[in-house]
């Protein structure tokens, strides 16, 4: 399967790039971005062409890997979908969810396989973890922690420099990889308050449609010392904890695209699709939405 990468900024020349060009079930074909010299030097380290048309490259591809800012990404993966190109989608799909649905409708409309790289939802050990956690079912109540320090003093993060990140904050960008675990095991959100934290830290109360309940503590901006993850549930089951992190994005990503794969070739979609990515953008929202307001939203 011949496949695109859109997109030559960190993320893209990080991650995104050296897992297309080892993946054993696509050929990395080539890279288009908004800047043209960025896509014909990240091209031409491996040895693939950088695009100026966009267009040209989605006739030639069968499918794309978006590393963009959400605020890009919708109105490209539309595109790419017309074109009937599988979408490797980055999270969160879009910062609107008139946005977010557009792509999930395109998706929809041109039969192609879509898939949202959430980076925890593709780890090595979690991913059996939350498929067992849901499995057994009778949670009462989840946790989580998402405290990162990308814009703390003494912070070291290549994404310090990210503007959508900056002005959106920890709700868009962490928010989503919490709730990426938390759905599919407590089930889906009928009603979330926020209150906001210090600078850009968010709290959440989140009601699940299955009766639990969870809380979620989401920042950029936590004292490099007090930093990290966390998610723990407990119910009739007990305890448990998601298993910490021991590898990067890039064997996430690997398993991302064989998910892409499977799906493209089976006709199947994949339960971390643009569909999903919209109803995690619709929970985003409607968590704005209760900061500005101090009042539940329901979902």
Do not use: N
């Not at 062409?49 to 605020?71: K, N, Q, W």
């Not at 904050?169 to 089930?187: I, R």
């Not at 850009?200 to 979620?216: E, F, K, N, Q, Y």
């Amino acid at each position: 399967m011949r496949i695109g990468l859109l997109g030559a900024g960190p993320w893209a020349e990080r991650v995104h790039a050296p897992v297309l060009a080892e993946h054993p079930g696509f050929e990395f074909t080539g890279v288009w971005a908004r800047r043209p010299e960025a896509a014909t030097a990240l091209g031409g380290a491996y040895a693939v062409r950088g695009y100026t048309d966009l267009d040209e490259l989605l006739a030639e591809v069968d499918a794309v890997s978006i590393a963009l800012p959400p605020a890009v990404q919708p109105g490209l993966a539309v595109r790419a979908a017309e074109a009937g190109c599988h979408l490797l989608l980055d999270k969160p799909v879009a910062l609107t969810v008139p946005d977010a649905r557009a792509v999930a409708e395109a998706v929809r409309a041109h039969g192609v396989a879509s898939v949202v790289f959430f980076t925890v939802r593709f780890g090595g050990e979690q991913m059996p973890w939350i498929e067992r956690q849901a499995e057994l079912g009778g949670w009462f109540t989840g946790r989580s922690d998402w405290l990162g320090s990308v814009f703390a003093p003494g912070s070291s993060s290549p994404y310090a420099s990210s503007p959508w990140r900056r002005e959106k904050g920890a709700l868009w960008d962490v928010g989503p990889h919490a709730l990426s675990v938390l759905l599919p095991v407590l089930g889906d959100a009928t009603r979330v308050t926020a209150a906001a934290g210090p600078l850009d830290t968010v709290h959440l109360v989140v009601r699940h449609a299955a009766g639990a309940s969870s809380t979620l503590a989401l920042s950029l901006t936590a004292p490099v010392a007090a930093g990290g993850t966390g998610m723990e549930l407990r119910g009739e089951h007990g305890v448990a904890q998601l298993p910490e992190r021991g590898e990067g994005p890039v064997a996430a990503l690997h398993r991302a695209l064989d998910a892409l794969h499977t799906s493209a070739a089976t006709d199947r979609p994949h339960p971390c699709d643009a569909g999903f990515g919209l109803r995690v953008v619709e929970i985003l929202a409607a968590a704005e939405q209760s900061l500005a307001t101090g009042a539940p939203v329901e979902v």
